[in-house]
């Protein structure tokens, strides 16, 4: 097996100093940007074993499980890792909302002018 962290097809995370690495989920179906979050080993490890995004919530320093208490679970169709393994891309298909203010993407706003514009 090739171990090279860029070129191989070891799975090697690259966390930083606290421990995370930065994923984004997309859906699957649409490539629409949903939501950008972090994992832990314990975090991707979880995901990788049920297909469901389980994150590390860095505002109540725990695990979750995306939907653990709304329902709107995150069904992974597919995990990439980009080149240096620093980052991850969730292809995904959501049972509802993937923002915690009910909206179907986090990235709901748009800036212009220095302003906040919601999507119509």
Known sequence: MDTNRE????LDPKYDAAGLITAVATDAATGELLMLAHMNAEA???????????F???SRARLW???ESSGHVLRVVEARIDCDQDALW???????????????????????DGCLVRDA
Request: one cysteine or more; hydrophobic letters at 35%; glycine letters at 12%.
């Open 7 to 10: 070129t191989g097809n070891a």
């Open 44 to 54: 991707l490890e979880a995901t990788l074993a049920t297909g469901e995004a389980h």
């Open 56 to 58: 590390w919530s860095r």
């Open 65 to 67: 499980k995306k939907g």
């Open 90 to 112: 969730l292809k995904v298909e959501a049972a509802g909302p993937a923002c915690h203010t009910g909206e179907r993407s986090c990235f709901f706003r748009r800036i212009e």
